[in-house]
């Protein structure tokens, strides 16, 4: 089955930066639209960023200016790069992707999440 997979979590001080990654495995023919989504203890998950299949960006108030979402289609791997990270950051982050996969003969899509990881920025 395939699965979303997370990576490039861990601990920062406040302003440092982590590179998050989201990439596929088994076997997907593409990621279409994409996000990151953050869910904190305690508080319910929310919208980090999301990028179109062209690539068109959105991002959530809080991390304007500072988190940046692209993607590499060739390797079906989105990427989070988060700068001048704050505590009020730290949360489980999760990818969401809307995959093309071929099932039988056919090409169905579907509703991915990976299992996140975690980011803990310290004061």
């Known amino acids: 089955q395939v699965q979303l997979v997370e990576s490039g979590g861990g601990l920062v001080q406040a302003g440092g930066s982590l590179r998050l990654s989201c990439g596929a495995s088994?076997?997907?023919?593409?990621?279409?639209?994409a996000g990151w989504y953050r869910q904190a203890p305690g508080k319910q998950r929310e919208l980090v960023a999301n990028?179109?299949?062209?690539?068109?960006?959105n991002y959530a108030d809080s991390v304007k200016g500072r988190f940046t979402i692209s993607r590499d289609n060739a390797k079906n791997t989105v990427y989070l790069q988060m700068n001048s990270l704050k505590p009020e950051d730290t949360g489980v982050y999760y990818c969401?992707?809307?995959?093309?996969?071929?099932?039988?003969?056919?090409?169905?899509?579907?509703?991915?999440w990976g299992q996140g990881t975690q980011v803990t920025v310290s004061s």
């Open positions: 990028i179109t299949s062209s690539g068109r960006t």
């Open positions: 969401n992707g809307v995959t093309s996969e071929l099932i039988g003969v056919r090409w169905r899509s579907f509703d991915r």
């Open positions: 088994g076997s997907i023919f593409s990621i279409n639209a």
